[in-house]
């Protein structure tokens, strides 16, 4: 139980940095460049939504009982 609730605060963590290291580094490359719509940065925020995505469901299998937590 407590190892599950562990990885779980883990992986969210970890989301959470990864998407303000991301939104972070588009602001910059906005800023650098002055293009707000180029095909790369929106392939970037598309990935950043898809990573959200997956984690939003992943926290719902958990909290719902329909994911089980695979040990190494």
Request: net charge negative; aromatic share 6%; charged share 10%.
């Amino acid at each position: 139980m407590y190892s599950s609730v562990a990885a779980l605060l883990l992986i969210v963590a970890s989301v959470l940095f990864t998407c303000i290291v991301i939104d972070y580094v588009i602001s910059i490359m906005e800023s650098v460049f002055k293009n707000n719509s180029s095909p790369q940065i929106e392939q970037i925020r598309t990935l950043e939504k898809a990573l959200l995505n997956h984690t939003k469901t992943l926290i719902n299998q958990i909290q719902n009982g329909t994911y089980t937590l695979q040990e190494p």
